[in-house]
């Protein structure tokens, strides 16, 4: 099952085109173009060269001419465009060099121009964060509030090593500063990263990720790096040979970095294409739609999608979906405000689920959750889940599914929580009503005093079974207090766990 909801064409990750189909309910493009701007890191003002990787293009080899005029740049993409898909709608995207990079009255005359072309029904503005004065941000307010406006910046890495190699010349304090400025003017902000810049390892570029999670950002651009000819970049490549990623390593990480990003973030670009005769690494880039297909099916073989791990509650989703079966008896054993009951309901149209909990309030709030789901397929007991051969001896051997998330009652009394004793009682006894290929998923709380008392008498339990039993554990991050997952099972040959 794929849970991930932001999209249209069965993605796991949030695509502009969802995003576009659900503000203008029409098919929208971005029409690159040139607006003949510079950039404070080419001719001086902060730097000379530009980044090292930018073309003298301007990172724009898809945008118009620049000897053209904006109008005839637009419309000899859009006569494209229309023969195809003639009733849509478009996106100006000024993308070479530094776009708010000039006078204001320059700016306005560029900006309003493409405004006025017929069925334009907003503006992308590609620059950096240091070219974005107070008196231009005021005017982009004030256009917002007439057009769909993004901003996109080049933040690149959030290293401060890499960022000299590179030549970025602005600094992480700057770029973040500025994304705070835009956002509270509710200016939408799209940040740009780059995978396999020289010397990055692997958990350097989830840090870039981790880092624009905190902002508040509204889409990201994933590039892999190009090595581009006649730049810095060429040479730096041909004297020191770093490495570069392979497409394997590029589809990897890109799947890793999307499965810690909100979902909420919208992605705009999850690969570049260079132009073929202006690269010379990766060869792999220019097949783009390969690099797609391969991230999808990368989602697709470990099942999960975009913000997959920023809730331990989506590995026992994933887990259940690997166990469960339609006509399936299965078990929570902690109803608390009934979600998981209710999961597990919808997961067994043809079965059925029982649902335990010691607490009243516990058992009338699940109830009343199935119920206005039109949930029938259940059965509560208001009883401790230390109690569950007793009260289903009837089912040894035939349940496919156990879930325990432990702790206390979410919004209820934090003084009345799940203890080690009776957890690990319940655990012993569901372990006889699991069938040859069930499960048992617990989400451990050890946030809190009990909850890390349960989880270390837990673990020496558990400890005592590993030889009979496959246990394994889920961890979305390093903070030793954070929630985390253990399933236990007899099946050893679920993939992908």
Known sequence: MNYFKYTLDNKRYHTLNYEYKKIFNSKVFKVSLNGGFTCPNIDGKFGYGGCIYCSKNGSGEFAGDKEKD??????????????????????????????????IDVLKEKYETVLKLDNVVGLSISTRPDSISDEVLDYLEELNTRTYLTVELGLQTIHEKTSKLINRCHTLECFDEMVRKLHKRKIRVVVHIINGLPYETKEMMLETVRHINKLPIDGVKIHML??????????????????????????????????????????????????SEDLVEPNWLTKKFGVLNDIDKELERRNTYQGFKISVLNKVRQLADYVVKPNDIVIDATCGNGKDTLFLSKLVPNGHVFGFDIQDIAISNTKNLLDENNINNYTLFNFSHDLILEKLNDYQGKISFIVYNL???????????????????????????????????????????????????????????????????????????????????????????
């Open 70 to 103: 904006l109008i005839t740049q637009f419309n000899e993409v859009k006569t494209v465009l229309e023969k195809k898909w003639p009733n849509s709608k478009y996106i100006a995207y000024f993308q070479a060099n530094t776009n708010t990079y000039a006078q």
């Open 226 to 275: 190009h090595i581009l000819k006649d730049t810095p970049l060429e040479m730096l490549y041909k004297k020191e040979r770093f490495h570069v990623l392979t497409k394997e390593e590029y589809v990897n990480i890109v799947c890793d970095q999307l499965e810690i990003l909100k979902d909420t973030i919208v992605i705009n670009r999850i690969t570049g294409d260079p132009k």
């Open 407 to 497: 702790g206390y009652l979410p919004n209820g009394n934090e003084n009345i929580t799940t203890h080690y004793e009776s957890t690990i009682s319940s655990i012993k006894q569901s372990l006889k009503l699991l069938n040859k290929k069930g499960m048992i998923v617990i989400t451990v709380y050890p946030g809190h005093n009990e909850g890390k008392k349960e989880s270390v008498k837990l673990k020496e339990f558990l400890n005592t079974i590993k030889d009979k039993y496959n246990i394994g554990e889920f961890h979305n991050t390093n903070k030793n207090d954070s929630p985390y997952v253990i399933y236990i099972n007899n099946y050893r040959k679920i993939k992908n766990l």
